[in-house]
Nanobody, 115 residues
Framework: QVQLVESGGGLVQPGGSLRLSCAASGSIFSIYIMGWYRQAPGKQRELVAGINTLGSTNYADSVEGRFTISRDNAKNTMYLQMNNLKPEGTAVYYC?????????WGQGTQVTVSS
């Protein structure tokens, strides 16, 4: 069993920055394939960024160049640094871990981008 807890969400003005964290427990973090997803009101959940066990990353086109995903295996934690946030970034952000083909989700953290 894998447990995930997100933190770091909040209210930020357009152009501002936030850093989300996802703390994991339950097994060997270093072999989880991790990702950040978001779901805006009335929309489907979408992939924001992913990072594999070797540290290779991928990003949605909408956040490329503004968001950075990273992981610290020693701390069992994944991060999402979000810069130059836009109002369309308002959503609940979820972290996901894939462990031997099974997906585990956190409870989500709200990010609101508004002036």
């Amino acid at each position: 069993q894998v447990q995930l807890v997100e933190s770091g969400g909040g209210l930020v003005q357009p152009g501002g920055s936030l850093r989300l964290s996802c703390a994991a427990s339950g097994s060997i973090f270093s072999i989880y394939i991790m990702g950040w997803y978001r779901q805006a009101p009335g929309k489907q959940r979408e992939l924001v960024a992913g990072i594999n066990t070797l540290g290779s990353t991928n990003y949605a086109d909408s956040v490329e160049g503004r968001f950075t995903i990273s992981r610290d295996n020693a701390k069992n934690t994944m991060y999402l640094q979000m810069n130059n946030l836009k109002p369309e970034g308002t959503a609940v952000y979820y972290c996901k871990a894939n462990y031997y083909g099974v997906d585990y989700w956190g409870q989500g953290t709200q990010v609101t981008v508004s002036s």
